[in-house]
C-alpha cells in the first residue's frame, strides 16, 4: 500500500469515527432532553455504576498506556471495540429510531461496518505480509448478544446502550488519532 493511499484511509477512518462519536453525543443528548427531569434524575446515577460490553476487550486504561500501545496495538483495539458493535448496532438503530430521528435506522451498522473494514486495512498494512499472530482476534467477543437480549422500551437500558456506544467510539477516535499521529515522524503525538 503506498504512503498517500494509507494516509488518505486513515484520515478516511478518523472521520468516521468522529462522525460516528458525533453522531452518539447527538443521539444520547436527544435522548436525554426527551425525558423528563425526573427520569433524568435517574438515569444521571445509573451510568458510572452500570459496564458496557466493551470493558471486557482488553484496552489501555489511560493516556500513558494509550501513548506505550503500538500502532497495530491500538488498530487491533479499534477494530475488537467496533466489531463489539456490530450485533448491538442493529438494537441502537431500533432504539434510536423508536424515540429518536437520525434519519436512516441502518446508517450506524453501515458506517460501523465501514469503519471496520478500514481499519481491517490499515492492519493488514501494518504487517506488510508478516503474519497476524494476535491470538486475540480469534477469541468470541464476550457477550456479543449482550444489547440484543435488552428489552427496547427500557429507559435505563437505552440510556445505557447510547451511553456505552458513545464512550466506545471516543476511544475508537482516539486511538485511531493516535494510531494515525505516530505514522508520522515529526509529529507530536501526545493526548
Not at 431500533?94 to 430521528?101: P, Q
Not at 492492519?123 to 444489547?147: A, H, T, V
Request: one cysteine or more; hydrophobic letters at 35%.
Amino acid at each position: 500500500m503506498l504512503a498517500s493511499d494509507n494516509q488518505r484511509l486513515f484520515n478516511n477512518a478518523v472521520i468516521r469515527v468522529q462522525h460516528l462519536h458525533q453522531l452518539a453525543a447527538k443521539m444520547i443528548n436527544d435522548f436525554e432532553d426527551s425525558l423528563l427531569p425526573e427520569e433524568r434524575r435517574q438515569l444521571s446515577k445509573i451510568f458510572p455504576l452500570s459496564f458496557c460490553n466493551s470493558d471486557y476487550i482488553e484496552a489501555p486504561t489511560g493516556k500513558d498506556e494509550t501513548q506505550k500501545s503500538s500502532m497495530l496495538k491500538l488498530l487491533r483495539i479499534s477494530f475488537r471495540l467496533i466489531e463489539s458493535w456490530e450485533f448491538p448496532s442493529q438494537t441502537l438503530s431500533g432504539t434510536v429510531s423508536n424515540s429518536l430521528t437520525v434519519g436512516n435506522p441502518n446508517q450506524i451498522t453501515e458506517k460501523l461496518a465501514d469503519l471496520k473494514m478500514g481499519i481491517s486495512v490499515l492492519i493488514k498494512g501494518c504487517l506488510d505480509g508478516q503474519p497476524n499472530m494476535d491470538d486475540n482476534d480469534s477469541l468470541p467477543l464476550p457477550f456479543e448478544d449482550f444489547y440484543l437480549t435488552m428489552g427496547e422500551n427500557n429507559l435505563r437500558e437505552s440510556f445505557r446502550l447510547l451511553a456505552c456506544f458513545k464512550k466506545d467510539m471516543h476511544k475508537v477516535e482516539t486511538y485511531l488519532r493516535v494510531a494515525n499521529c505516530r505514522r508520522s515522524l515529526d509529529s507530536n503525538c501526545t493526548l
